[in-house]
C-alpha cells in the first residue's frame, strides 16, 4: 500500500524577492507522526528548520508547531514563525481572529499579527540575558581577533528567547559584513559559552540601507560554520538587548542580513507602547505540494 502523501510548502521568509531571505519547509497535517518521522524529515529537507503543523491543545491557539533542525528540535525560532503563518493562510486557513494568529509550540504561546500589507509580525518571547565573566571576555577576544569589534558600549552576552545567541557589537556595518572568522576559534567560544551561535550587529547612517546590519553565524556539534540568511530569534534577543540597556535604535527600526552571503533579509523591529516587542518581515511560497510520509 502506498504512503499517504502530507501536504508541504517551502516558503521564504524575511524577503520581497524569491530566493533571498532564508528558507523553511512547513509541514501540515502531522499529528501522529512520531519523533523520528519529523527528524527523518527535517535531515532530509537539510534547511534551517523544517516545521511541523499539528492540532494545538491549548484552546485560546490556533495550531501548535514543533520546529525541528537537521539535527535536533528547538521550542521556538523566529523566521519558522512566520513562515509557518504564511504557510497556513496561504494554503486558505482562517484564523480564529481576524488578522491574528496564535501559535503554541515550546515556548507557549507566541502571538502572530497579519497586517494588509501582506508582512506579518510575532511577539518576541521574553530574552533571558546574561553578561559573559572575565574568562568569556577573554576567550571571546582571542578567538575573534579583531580591532572592530565594540566592547564598550554594549559589552559582549548571551541572549536567550528559545535560541541562545552570543550578541556582539561591531563599531561598522562594512567591517560587519567583511570580517573572517576562524571557524574552529568561533566553535570552542560558543561551546564555551553554550550558545548556538555569534550575533554580530552595528549600526548603520541615517541615510543607510537599514537601521542595523546584522550577521549570525551558526554552530552546530561538530559540523562546519554556516551563516543564517534572516534571523527572527536573533533579532528578537538583540531588540531585547537593547531595550534592557536603554539603548532602542528607536520605536521602529529596520535591520539588514545576509549581506556577506549575497541575500537579502530584512527585518523589521517595533516597540509598541504595551511593552511588546513586534519581530515582522514578508514571506513568500516558493514550492506547493506534497510529499511520502516516512515509514515509522
Given at each position: 500500500?502506498?504512503?499517504?502523501?502530507?501536504?508541504?510548502?517551502?516558503?521564504?521568509?524575511?524577503?520581497?524577492?524569491?530566493?533571498?531571505?532564508?528558507?523553511?519547509?512547513?509541514?501540515?497535517?502531522?499529528?501522529?507522526?512520531?519523533?523520528?518521522?519529523?527528524?527523518?524529515?527535517?535531515?532530509?529537507?537539510?534547511?534551517?528548520?523544517?516545521?511541523?503543523?499539528?492540532?494545538p491543545s491549548a484552546p485560546e491557539a490556533d495550531y501548535l508547531v514543533r520546529l525541528f533542525t537537521p539535527a535536533y528540535e528547538l521550542p521556538f525560532a523566529g523566521h519558522p514563525t512566520l513562515g509557518t503563518a504564511h504557510a497556513l493562510l496561504d494554503g486558505g486557513y482562517r484564523p480564529r481572529q481576524p488578522g491574528r494568529l496564535v501559535q503554541q509550540c515550546g515556548v507557549g504561546l507566541v502571538e502572530v499579527a497579519v497586517h494588509g500589507s501582506g508582512s506579518m509580525a510575532f511577539v518576541a518571547p521574553p530574552a533571558r540575558i546574561e553578561p559573559l565573566d572575565a574568562d568569556q571576555l577573554q576567550a571571546l577576544k582571542a578567538a575573534l581577533r579583531s580591532d572592530?569589534?565594540?566592547?564598550?558600549?554594549?559589552?559582549?552576552?548571551?541572549?536567550?528567547?528559545?535560541?541562545?545567541?552570543?550578541?556582539?557589537?561591531?563599531?561598522?556595518?562594512?567591517?560587519?559584513?567583511?570580517?573572517?572568522?576562524?571557524?574552529?576559534?568561533?566553535?570552542?567560544?560558543?561551546?564555551?559559552?553554550?550558545m548556538s551561535g555569534l550575533a554580530f550587529y552595528a549600526s548603520h547612517a541615517p541615510n543607510g540601507p537599514a537601521t542595523l546590519e546584522v550577521r549570525c553565524i551558526v554552530v552546530e556539534g561538530d559540523g562546519p560554520l554556516y551563516e543564517d540568511p534572516a534571523t527572527?530569534?536573533?533579532?528578537?534577543?538583540?531588540?531585547?538587548?537593547?531595550?534592557?540597556?536603554?539603548?532602542?535604535?528607536a520605536s521602529r527600526y529596520t535591520v539588514r542580513q545576509g549581506t556577506a552571503i549575497g541575500r537579502e533579509g530584512r527585518v523589521t523591529v517595533e516597540y509598541d507602547d504595551s511593552g511588546k516587542i513586534w519581530i515582522g518581515g514578508t514571506s513568500i511560497t516558493i514550492v506547493d505540494g506534497t510529499f511520502q510520509r516516512p515509514s515509522p
Open positions: 500500500m502506498n504512503a499517504r502523501p502530507v501536504r508541504f510548502k517551502q516558503v521564504d521568509v524575511f524577503s520581497e524577492v524569491p530566493f533571498k531571505g532564508n528558507a523553511l519547509a512547513v509541514v501540515f497535517d502531522a499529528d501522529g507522526m512520531t519523533d523520528d518521522q519529523m527528524q527523518a524529515i527535517a535531515r532530509w529537507t537539510n534547511l534551517s528548520e523544517t516545521t511541523f503543523v499539528c492540532r572592530e569589534i565594540d566592547f564598550d558600549d554594549i559589552p559582549p552576552c548571551c541572549i536567550d528567547n528559545g535560541v541562545p545567541w552570543l550578541a556582539i557589537g561591531v563599531k561598522s556595518p562594512q567591517a560587519c559584513v567583511s570580517m573572517v572568522l576562524d571557524a574552529a576559534a568561533v566553535s570552542q567560544i560558543v561551546r564555551k559559552t553554550g527572527g530569534s536573533a533579532n528578537a534577543g538583540l531588540a531585547s538587548l537593547f531595550a534592557s540597556r536603554e539603548r532602542r535604535p
